[in-house]
């Protein structure tokens, strides 16, 4: 039943962007960590989405009559990996910091403050949609449950 | 002279079927909506319904015998699926960088128009409903 299926489609999404907003909060919480060498800084971490293809595979494999068992045309989203940017990240020079290396350097995280509240906000939005779609959804079958009652 | 449902209820089944599975469509864009590369999806309802009822019928289709084949743009027998060549790709309003093409505020829209017609096919298969109830009961 295809009004079923998109509990599934926007719950893949609605946790695919809570993980985007775990992201999100992780970056913004380090943003100030300070580190003694470039290798110790803390990187921002970025997910990346990609459309979930199972349905495909499905289809070619189970369906030899053009019917395939539930709706077809339904992708949810998935968080393919989680990668770390490879941005410059900031060199201060601060003596007076405990972590300052020899020459008075200490390394901040490449994380862009104004990249993750966008981020956030477009996050928290697509999810809200999601939300919405899914109460939508539940209505809509409630609905059909009452027919020729 | 046989009661039949097809001829009972009239488009109103497949209508409704349809509204839940394009609503299954949008729903996916919307899902989708932060997806690189995503393209927005969704299916022409007033063709794909002219099908399903057989209304279609001077179209010349080609036969085929797998759902993977060229050619079968709906299931057009029964109550199955939307083909996935039915579902036709979106032009998008604006390009994105990350090339995908998902309007939220229109799919958003799009959704929400669905709910209604959907309810409103459901009003209509619910009247035809009650008018049979009525009928046996003959009260």
Redesign the interface.
Known sequence: MSLMSIFDISGSAMSAQSVRLNTTASNMANANSAAASPDQVYRSRQPVFATIQAQMLNQANANDFGFSSDGQSGFGVQVLDIVESDAPFQQRYEPEHPMADGEGYVYYPNVNIVEEMTNMISSSRSFQANVDVMNSARTMMQRVLTLGQ | MAISFNNALGVHEQA?LLR??R??????N???????G?KA?D?DFASVLKQRMGLDAGAMTLR?????HIG?PT?SL?N?????DA?MYRTPLQPSLDGNTVD?QLE?AN??LN?LE??AS?QF??GK??GM?KALRGE
């Open positions: 409704l839940s599975q609503s299954q469509v949008i729903a996916t919307i899902a989708n909506s932060d997806t690189p995503y999806r299916l085929t015998s797998n759902a993977r079968d299931v029964g199955g699926p939307v083909g996935e579902l939220e958003n959704f929400a709910a959907h309810q459901f298969l619910n409903f009650s109830m």
